[in-house]
């Protein structure tokens, strides 16, 4: 793929360790420039630790993680900062902030003690509350917003750190379906503005619909990647969930829709039959 | 608000509630409130100062106060307030003013309140440190290195205990606590160690006390706390980034456990000297952020606001021990205990809010 060979961000045979336990071994990944980018991936398969090593949150063991083409842990923190921005999956914030103080501290790569407030700031600043549709909500406190708004304030932060590339951790884990729509919208418009976006999300079908490419995980290894259509394939999802599918095209968006979901092995009207607590059983015993 | 900056030839509207000073390329934000409010805290500082110097076996008017440390006035008076009060006081405001910027920088790396050096046994420590060297057990160092080193060796011990960088809250508090009993201990047990009458001698400062201070120590005093205030100062805009989890510090182009260690090390320093100085006085390190906190109402780190009202609440602390039971003198140590055993309470059970700090 053409757009490969210019990948500003990837990984060279990277692991990962939590303690002495391997998450991730040996991995070597590259993410398409300008486009979405989403990694799924059942519980536990090392998304989260990938994307925290991708953002120097999680130093990996071995290996390197190349950021337009340097090694990230040899460049100076702030440079990185003003590449690549985060927008981790808990977020706390100090005490009664404003929206608008908020999204200040993602001016914080571009400023120095002495160097505090310019121009170029405030343009940013403006640049992202309006990029986040917040321009009404610039005054209120973080505290009283709703759970979409806020997570839209925290991407508006990183948007006013003004990097090419953002890497989102579960951006729409505890949101309701209006609200993830409101923030996959929003990943939408930046990728659109030319950004890299790399995001970890649990739901399968909000990344086949608002991503461009999909890299899935299973146990710290990619097992397949390509576009929604591409990696949404029954085997392919029997080998990451367990599960058991048949797949429609969505008539509107054209991305891959899951129906009739069944655990493997278990019959296609399952609700309540024997051999459905049969399957159970033999689960519990595996 | 607008100034005229010079790199870009165009006015750049502040932040609401700051003032932008731009000179030369360099901006630098200035918080309304803050100064507005530390204005009046040092107007206070003053005032209760003056006060303070005026209250005593001799009680002096504030006018007559102001004219003997202009100089002039009877000798008598002149004495009393020059040579013996105002030592007392500019004791308790350095020491204060340390105490409780390290207990304003302790409390933002531990994301926990209470994790003040008086509470995580850095104060007794250090005492126990100053006291071995006073007591003379072979150890030739002046009482403040001693001090330091004991902080040093606390703070380290709490943190390897507690569990790395000192995000475990609890964890790393209760460590604390188990030091600093066992440093109050050591204290108590090399006393017993020495003749009674240099125990005697000994004891206030080890309880916390402004009496008597060696007066060469004073200045020394004075430039440790300008110093770690200033430095506090330079660095609150990046300390202030430990509100947020360590993901975001490093997102942001910050090393967390870098920021941690300088500000830790801010917090021994100012911690060491005040308690070879005054003695373990901590609470004020509790006390003090706090007020800050409730009257600046400061979003970033209150560092300036807990130096000026730490340092009141030590005067204060000193006065009611001077006055309250005079000719009976009662430790600047006891007072704040009993004052601030109640408000440590009161921070435990007051309704909590959202955040960590």
């Not at chain 1, 949101?175 to 999300?201: C, N, P, W, Y």
């Amino acid at each position: 793929m053409s757009e490969l060979s210019q990948a500003p961000l990837g990984t060279e045979t990277i692991t990962l360790k939590h303690a002495d336990h391997t998450i991730i071994k040996d991995l070597s990944v590259t993410f398409p420039k300008g486009k979405v980018t989403a990694i799924v991936g059942p519980n536990g398969c090392g998304k989260s630790t990938l994307l925290n090593g991708l953002s120097r949150v999680h130093r990996p063991s071995s290996g390197h993680i190349i950021l337009e083409s340097k090694d990230i842990h040899t460049m100076p923190a702030k440079e990185v900062a003003k590449k690549l921005a985060l927008l981790p999956q808990e977020t706390s914030a100090p005490d009664g902030i404003t929206v608008r103080e908020l999204i200040r501290f993602g001016r914080h790569p571009h400023q120095s003690f002495l160097k505090q407030w310019g121009m170029d700031d405030r343009t940013a600043i403006e640049f992202a509350l309006k990029a986040a549709n917040l321009e009404d909500l610039g005054e209120r406190l973080l505290d009283t917003l709703s759970g979409g708004q806020r997570q839209r304030a925290w991407i508006a932060m990183s948007v006013a750190q003004e990097t090419p590339l953002l890497l989102l951790d579960e951006p729409t884990s505890a949101l309701d379906l209006g609200h993830q729509i409101e923030v996959f919208e929003l990943i939408r418009a930046l990728s659109s503005q030319g950004k890299t976006i790399v995001m970890v999300v649990h739901d399968l079908a909000m990344a086949a619909r608002y991503s461009d490419y999909l890299i899935a995980m299973k146990s710290g290894e990619i097992i397949a990647q390509g576009t929604p259509k591409e990696v949404i394939q029954p085997s392919i999802l029997e080998e990451l969930y367990g599960i058991q599918c048949d797949l429609l095209d969505d008539p509107s968006t054209g991305t891959p829709i899951l129906i009739n979901v069944r655990r493997s092995g278990a019959p296609v009207t399952a609700k309540t039959s024997a051999a459905s607590k049969k399957a159970k059983c033999d689960m519990a015993f595996s | 608000m607008s100034v005229f900056d010079s790199t870009s030839r165009s006015y750049v509207p502040a932040p609401t509630g700051h003032w932008l000073v731009a000179i030369a390329g360099y901006s630098v934000l200035i918080d309304k409130r803050a100064i507005q409010r530390n204005a009046l805290l040092s107007v206070a500082l003053l005032a209760i100062s003056v006060l303070s110097l005026g209250m005593g076996t001799l009680s002096l008017a504030p006018y007559d106060v102001l004219l003997a440390l202009l100089g002039k006035g009877d000798s008598m008076t002149q004495f009393v307030i020059n040579e013996l009060r105002l030592n007392r006081l500019l004791a308790g405001i350095f020491t204060g003013a340390a105490f409780s910027v390290a207990g304003c920088l302790m409390q933002t790396v531990a994301r926990n309140r209470l994790a003040t050096p008086g509470i995580i046994g850095i104060d007794n420590a250090a005492m126990a440190f100053a006291v071995a060297s006073v007591v003379g057990v072979g150890v030739s160092f002046a009482p403040s290195a001693m001090a330091l080193t004991g902080a040093a060796t606390a703070t380290a011990l709490a943190f390897m205990i507690g569990g790395g960088s000192g995000t475990r809250g609890y964890r790393f508090i209760v460590a604390g606590l188990a030091i600093g009993s066992v440093s109050a201990a050591v204290s108590q047990l090399l006393l017993t160690q020495v003749h009674i009458d240099v125990a005697n001698e000994a004891y206030p400062w080890t309880v916390g006390s402004l009496s008597g201070r060696p007066e060469e120590q004073i200045p020394v005093m004075g430039l440790i706390t300008l110093i770690g205030v200033l430095s506090g100062l330079v660095l609150c805009y990046r300390f202030q980034l430990m509100a947020f989890s360590d993901s975001v510090i490093t997102a942001l182009g910050h090393t967390p456990n870098r920021l941690r260690f300088a500000a830790v090390v801010i917090a021994i320093v100012l911690t060491g000297f005040a308690v070879a100085l005054a003695g373990p006085v901590g609470l004020v390190a509790l006390v003090g952020p706090e007020m800050a906190r409730a009257f600046a109402r400061h979003k970033g780190l209150p560092l300036l606001s807990s130096a000026i009202c730490g340092a009141i609440v030590m005067v204060l602390a000193d006065l009611a021990g001077r006055t309250l039971f005079s000719p009976i003198e009662i430790p600047v140590g006891v007072i704040t205990a009993i004052v601030g055993g109640p408000f440590l309470l009161w921070i435990l059970i007051r309704k909590p809010k959202r955040s960590t700090l």
